[in-house]
């Protein structure tokens, strides 16, 4: 049964004390459960691929949804929205839009869909700890080799699960995701800058072109990646990150503190330098 099958409305009230209306039907959409087999993989490769994750009709709603959250007005205390410039010809691009669920009641009801999935990772409950779409438009730039715990989360937890959720088609040619299998076991390999080519010369990352519906996961250990987008297609994913839940509910502090250093770019001092690290 799809997202939009209806029976009534309610209000929905977030953990971030934001009301909004979400629809109710008499069967929520099944969350992705894994298969012994998907969990054996993850434990050798520090990810798995679940393919049509969601059905045809629960995918076009979380495309709608992605187009609703871009088309929010950018005001300060809002979602968190970035932007680059594009290579193509220099126009102003979307790059990510983080913190969307206090604001969006699908996307809230999505974190709270994955955490089926993080939770077998994690075996135990999951609480989650940061969420974003990556748009990577026509003329987006790609992301350089980094593990997601470069970013200083060993403050919060021990590890996370990270849920892709695949909006637009992501092929070699845009900048699909690419990981390198196994090497999550080396633990934490460097601070907040990019892997070098030292760190990653035995390393073999594996594009994982994905369709919309497409789910993957992994841990943040795990090495990634992913090229610019020359083509003139966009290349949106949804990231929802998870963490134990008896290591703590931590989305408010971790907000808090990057807004410290690294704000939305609605709300930046116009004196100072922010340099993204990883």
């Not at 109710?24 to 434990?43: A, G, N, W, Y």
């Not at 076991?185 to 390393?203: A, Y």
């Not at 839940?245 to 116009?270: T, V």
């Amino acid at each position: 049964m799809g997202l939009h099958k209806t029976v009534n409305t309610c209000e929905w009230r977030s953990q971030y004390n934001i009301i909004g209306t979400v629809k109710v039907e008499d069967k929520m959409p099944t969350p992705p459960v894994l298969t012994k087999r998907q969990i054996e993989e993850f434990r050798r490769d520090g990810f798995v691929t679940l393919r049509e994750a969601f059905n045809d009709e629960d995918t076009k709603t979380i495309i709608e949804w992605a187009d609703e959250v871009e088309a929010l007005p950018e005001e300060p205390g809002q979602q968190w929205v970035f932007h680059e410039t594009s290579a193509l010809d220099g126009s102003d691009l979307i790059n990510r839009i983080e913190y969307i669920a206090p604001f969006h009641s699908g996307f809230a009801s999505l974190t709270e869909i994955l955490k089926t999935a993080a939770g077998q990772l994690l075996e135990e409950d999951a609480v989650l700890f940061k969420e974003k779409i990556n748009f990577k438009m026509p003329g987006g730039g790609g992301f350089e080799p980094h593990q997601d715990s470069q970013a200083g989360w060993e403050a919060y937890a021990t590890n996370f699960i990270s849920a892709m959720v695949c909006i637009d088609e992501a092929t070699i040619e845009n900048g699909c995701l690419e990981l390198a299998a196994g090497q999550n076991k080396q633990g934490l390999l460097r601070g907040m800058e990019p892997l070098t080519k030292v760190d990653t010369r035995d390393m073999t990352f594996i594009p994982v072109p994905t369709r919309p519906g497409d789910v993957v996961l992994f841990d943040a250990y795990t090495p990634h990646q992913s090229a610019p987008n020359p083509t003139t297609t966009p290349r949106r994913v949804y990231y929802a990150t998870y963490n134990r839940a008896s290591e703590g509910d931590h989305i408010d502090q971790y907000y808090a503190d990057k807004r410290k250093s690294f704000p939305p770019d609605i709300e930046r001092d116009p004196n100072r330098d922010y340099v993204y690290k990883v």
